[in-house]
């Protein structure tokens, strides 16, 4: 049994340590193309992260649609939308890959603000764009928890 994460266990810390480990395999056998062979390991495991990171994206622009937009009818598909990210990210999430998005949260929350605004503003909801928080007003275990939604504004807000 190797040390180290296992692959079953948590992909994305395997493919980082299996990159490790490769970088420091000495041999005598120069058929091993090792070099590529690091590089196309690491960008499995960029590519689980990539992933992960972009449904977080994606379920924090419909969240904050949901919370700060006083519109009606897309608020199911906004929903729906969320619904997809989370059973994505339940495929994928590992221990590492929720640290990862726990630390990127601040940028990813930023890049999903940005486009959530965007979209508000396409559909004449200037002052709700504009009432966006600049920091994340999620925890992450309500971005990943199944069935939580944040209230939408009150007619009196918006």
């Not at 040390?3 to 810390?13: I, N, V």
């Not at 499995?44 to 009606?72: C, F, N």
């Not at 002052?127 to 939408?152: H, N, V």
Request: charged share 35%; net charge negative.
């Amino acid at each position: 049994m190797p040390d180290g994460p296992r692959y079953d266990d948590d992909f994305y810390a395997w493919t980082q340590y299996q990159a490790d480990v490769l970088r420091t395999l000495r041999t005598r056998d120069n058929r091993l193309d090792r070099e590529n062979l690091v590089e196309e390991v690491e960008t499995l495991g960029r590519s689980e992260r990539d992933a992960v990171r972009s449904q977080m994206r994606r379920i924090l622009v419909h969240l904050l649609k949901l919370a700060y937009s006083p519109a009606r009818d897309p608020r199911l598909d906004w929903m729906s939308s969320i619904i997809q990210g989370r059973a994505a990210l339940d495929d994928k999430l590992s221990q590492s890959l929720r640290r990862d998005a726990q630390e990127a949260l601040p940028k990813l929350y930023s890049d999903a603000r940005e486009q959530a605004a965007v979209e508000l503003q396409k559909h004449g909801e200037r002052e709700p764009a504009a009432a966006l928080p600049a920091t994340c007003p999620f925890s992450m275990d309500q971005i990943l928890s199944k069935g939580w939604y944040p209230e939408p504004p009150r007619p009196e807000d918006g």
